[in-house]
């Protein structure tokens, strides 16, 4: 299993955006799972910047309904259409 964070308050990468929110992209048994997508769309440049294809996430999993961690789900659909949510 592989976890990578692609949005969080803290960060230590230079170049990343960090902001209040959560996003996750794990990966496991062949399939890659979206868990949350931050407060909006900053969680899909940071994938971008650590050359993470979204388009190939499988599922989408939001933990809760809290607008830092799922605001970003909008954008998340609009390039990726076939994953399950």
């Known amino acids: ?33 979206l868990f949350d997508t931050g407060a909006d769309a900053g969680f899909i440049s940071n994938a971008k910047a650590l050359n993470i294809d979204l388009s190939d996430v499988d599922m989408c999993v939001l933990s809760h309904g809290h607008y830092d ?15 399950l949510v």
């Open 69 to 83: 961690h799922g605001g970003g789900i909008n954008s998340f659909l609009k390039i990726n259409g076939k994953s």
């Open 1 to 33: 299993m592989k976890i990578t964070s692609l949005m969080d308050n803290e960060c230590s990468i230079e170049g990343l955006i960090k902001q209040h929110g959560l996003s996750l992209l794990i990966e496991t048994k062949g399939k890659k799972i």
